[in-house]
Structures are given as C-alpha cells and as structure tokens.
C-alpha cells in the first residue's frame, strides 16, 4: 500500500486547489523504427505527469501525451517503425509540488535492441 503523500491534496482557497490527485506515470514504448547514429531505435521509456480522478484516466492521460509526440509531434517524421505499443510500468500518486515541477513532462529514454 502506498503511503499518503501530504502534498497530494492541496486545500488553498489562494491557490484555488481543492482535493485533485496528481500522478507520475511510467511507460513503455515498443514497436518503433528509428536510426540514430549507426543504431536502430526499437523502444523507450517515457515519464508523463498529469492531473486526473482515478488511476485509470491518469493512464489514458499520460498515453494520449506521448502517442501525440509519435502521430504529429516531434518523432512523426524519423519513426520508418509502427506507432508506439506503449504499456505503464508504473504509476504512483504524487504530491501537487511534485506535478508542479515536472508536469506534463516531455522527453523519451531510447532503447536498441540487445
């Protein structure tokens, strides 16, 4: 069980937080095609930081964020692969300061194949 985290609910009239659960979410990106440098990029590891109800819609949220970067963002062009088969590896409520330093999150860790 997790232990509660006394920054996951913000109450402050001033900041106009009342009661929102925020999430890291860890995924894996498998199924990609991309050359860098002599290597074939097969996969990654992508971190996405969101505000959401329950876990379940934090997951969709975070999946929706990085398939985004690979339909029409950034890696659209080089990836000659399928779009990313992404999986959560983990996903842990945080605090709202800890959202609010890295939220949504941006960036992937790449992977070859071994």
Do not use: C
């Not at 900041?15 to 199924?31: K, S």
């Not at 605090?95 to 992977?111: I, R, V």
């Amino acid at each position: 069980m997790i232990a509660p985290d006394p920054l996951r609910t913000v109450k402050s009239s001033r900041l106009g937080l009342i009661d929102m659960p925020y999430f890291r979410v860890l995924m894996n990106g498998e199924g990609i095609s991309v050359s860098s440098s002599g290597d074939q990029i097969t996969g990654f590891y992508a971190t996405r930081w969101v505000k959401a109800d329950k876990s379940e819609e934090a997951k969709d949220m975070a999946k929706k964020l990085v398939l985004s970067d690979w339909a029409d963002g950034e890696y659209a062009e080089i990836n000659e692969g399928d779009a990313p088969r992404l999986s959560v590896d983990s996903i842990v409520p945080v605090g709202f300061l800890s959202y609010l330093w890295n939220q949504p999150g941006k960036g992937h860790s790449f992977y070859s194949p071994e």
